[in-house]
């Protein structure tokens, strides 16, 4: 299984308990990527179910993408996937209650690997080439320490030990207060094992009663 770094602390230990309650002796690897490397991998047939967020402009390309590769999506409105920007509460402008685009011009961006292409997409707007780290607890130990800022869903605040602390602040990002969808994808169900059709169900039980309208 595939997901994207934010939703690590959102479902995966959950997940991760009530899967090995059911399937003690069955190895589950969930590998950390962004949304690009999961479609890609799947067709290559490394994962079986994945987790992605998207745009809703970029709905339809996607949806077109996952047929031309025979891959089964089921669509999740309605949850926590609004882009903010991550920052320290030491910043001067973590007290604010929206950021524009143009506040983050003079600031140090730091990304986590190559998320800050689909970000500037989104955002329609370039951002200045960011310092990349493979290691999404790494760019949080950066942002605490105000070393730079990330633009990030909303899901990766949930459950998060930074934004519980109040070493990092979440802000609502001006230009851009779209909700994204999840999508849950899988390999065509009919050839999924009986083992992962119950990992596949588990997983759209854990986002609808985690992440939806939280």
């Not at 031309?68 to 999740?76: A, K, L, P, Q």
């Not at 949930?158 to 909700?179: C, H, R, T, V």
């Not at 390999?187 to 990992?199: A, D, G, I, R």
């Amino acid at each position: 299984m595939a997901i994207p770094g934010a939703f690590a602390n959102a479902i995966i230990p959950e997940l991760l308990m009530k899967f090995h309650s059911l399937h003690p002796k069955i190895c589950l690897h969930i590998h950390e990527a962004p949304y690009y490397e999961i479609v890609e991998s799947m067709d290559k047939g490394a994962y079986s179910i994945g987790i992605i967020t998207c745009d809703p402009e970029g709905k339809n390309n996607l949806l077109k993408q996952l047929k031309d590769v025979d891959i089964e999506c089921e669509i999740i409105s309605g949850s926590q996937t609004r882009l903010l920007v991550f920052l320290s509460s030491k910043n001067p402008l973590a007290d604010r209650e929206w950021l524009g685009a143009s506040d983050l011009k003079s600031l140090k961006m730091v990304s986590y690997k190559e998320n800050y292409v689909q970000v500037s997409k989104a955002l329609r707007y370039h951002l200045n080439k960011p310092i990349i780290v493979e290691d999404i607890e790494l760019l949080k130990r950066l942002i605490s320490d105000d070393f730079g800022f990330s633009i990030f869903p909303e899901i990766l605040s949930f459950n998060d030990l930074y934004m519980n602390s109040g070493m990092i602040k979440a802000i609502p990002i001006q230009e851009f207060s779209e909700q994204w969808d999840i999508f849950i994808l899988y390999t065509p169900y009919e050839s999924l094992s009986f083992v992962e059709k119950e990992l596949l169900a588990l997983v759209k039980k854990l986002i609808k009663e985690n992440l939806i309208n939280k």
